[in-house]
């Protein structure tokens, strides 16, 4: 369904819930649907909600299916634009029309029916709110995007899409609508499986790209039905990289998302955002706006962390991540000078240790000393991680970034800290993160 996150934070403060916390940014982040609204205030996260949508609902197709085939193959393509009419079309538009022929067999509408309680109006009712007999139950209906992942009928889609649905229903390009059964979900990432029973023939599985070669100023390509406008085509550019943002259904960050101005909104969720060769280099999640409405900042999560979470989603239904146990943020410049550090000196401030966490048995510390100063306060006198692995540690995002890519639960890493101005190193064997 739709959701919105309404996140504050302070200039200098990015918090995050290790492995891996909630990082906020001044603005609103819409990730396309409604729901819990985490709030930050120096650190503290809030949660509040905000009212549901409401989306139409068009009646289902149906199509009988029989046999599925494993390999992926190239994109089908739809009815071919009659070469006169590109004629006089630019390099550029012929580039752009193509990749939708290519792409659009693949990308799916998903509808979905959600039973909530105790949320507020879902459907317009005459005279609310004060309407005299309403249910205690209600269901809403919602819609996204997703894409077809291989001939054996598994579509990738958001999990925010797809959250507590009771029913599922996907149609394609050429109108066949057919029901879904969700069989693999990682709120920690914001993504989702579903399974469908159709013909590996009538499947037409996205080509994946590989984020790690994406850069600034590239084409950026994203299909997908923004306001339920089946099969939308906007274009942009990848306009910024790595950044770390709230997935909005769990209390950790996805890193690494790839920043675009290609138009995303609410039904966009789960779609691919396409390079030039309409392979896939992400999926699009959030949007930073102060109405819900696209702004020219979106965010899609990476191909590279969709490589590496799907195929576990499809073989074990959940994905588990490592988890280090700490609250912490960057180490600006005010909180190295305060704890008689260089004012340059760079790395993860460690806040808090969770209670029984990887970090709490290896000997982590966290901050034990308030400062107010500029009207803001902070906290000062944790240790500050510089390396991980000899890996160097500037950011949050830097633990982050490695702690989702390069580890799983129960493997030991190597801290390298500064506690009270000295460097130590710290053995931790990491655990499993909470689903709580």
């Not at 039973?115 to 317009?124: A, D, L, N, Y």
């Not at 249910?135 to 054996?152: A, K, L, T």
């Not at 999990?159 to 029913?167: G, K, M, N, P, S």
């Not at 280090?324 to 180490?331: A, E, P």
């Amino acid at each position: 369904m739709e959701r919105r996150l309404v996140v504050g934070i302070g200039a200098a403060i990015a918090v995050l819930l290790l492995m891996v916390g909630s990082c906020f940014v001044g603005a609103v982040l819409a990730p396309e649907f409604a729901g819990a609204l985490p709030r930050m205030e120096r650190g503290r996260v809030e949660e509040t909600t905000a009212p549901p949508v409401v989306t139409r609902k068009t009646m289902p197709r149906s199509e009988e299916a029989s046999g599925t085939v494993r390999e992926p193959a190239p994109a089908a393509t739809t009815t071919p634009i009659p070469a006169d009419i590109l004629e006089d079309a630019s390099a550029e538009e012929r580039l752009v029309a193509r990749v939708y022929e290519r792409v659009a067999p693949s990308v799916v509408h998903i509808r979905v029916v959600q039973q909530v309680s105790g949320e507020g109006p879902v459907f317009e009712i005459p005279g609310w709110p004060d309407h005299p007999e309403l249910p205690d139950d209600f269901f809403r209906r919602g819609e996204g995007s997703g894409f077809v992942w291989d001939r054996n009928g598994h579509v990738v889609t958001n999990y925010h899409v797809v959250e507590d649905a009771e029913e599922v229903e996907v149609t394609f390009l050429d109108g066949v609508t057919v029901p879904a059964e969700v069989v693999g979900t990682d709120p920690d990432s914001d993504l989702a499986v579903l399974k469908v029973e159709r013909a590996g023939d009538r499947l037409t599985p996205a080509a994946m790209g590989d984020s790690d070669k994406v850069f600034v100023g590239q084409r950026a390509i994203a299909i997908g039905n923004p306001f339920g406008q089946e099969w939308t085509l906007t274009t942009g550019v990848v306009s910024a990289l790595g950044r770390t943002q709230p997935s909005g259904t769990s209390q950790f960050s996805i890193p690494e998302m790839i920043q675009t101005d290609a138009a995303i909104n609410p039904g966009n969720s789960g779609g691919p955002l396409l390079d030039r060769e309409g392979k896939v280099i992400g999926v699009n999640t959030l949007i930073l706006s102060e109405d819900r409405a696209s702004a020219g900042v979106g965010f899609a999560i990476p191909v590279n962390i969709v490589d590496q979470v799907v195929p576990v989603l499809i073989d074990e239904g959940q994905y588990a991540y490592a988890w280090l146990g700490i609250v912490g943020r960057d180490l600006d410049r005010e909180t190295a000078l305060a704890m008689d550090l260089s004012a340059d000196q760079r790395g993860a401030l460690v806040i808090e240790v969770a209670q029984d966490g990887p970090a709490e048995d290896a000997g982590l510390q966290g901050s034990d000393e308030t400062i107010t100063g500029d009207g803001a306060t902070l906290q000062v006198g944790g240790d500050v991680i510089t390396a991980i692995d000899e890996q160097l540690v500037d950011t949050m995002d830097d633990l982050i970034v490695y702690l989702v890519e390069e580890t799983r639960p129960g493997q030991q890493v190597t801290l390298t800290v500064l506690r009270a101005g000295e460097e130590e190193t710290v053995e931790v064997t990491l655990g499993e993160r909470p689903h709580e």
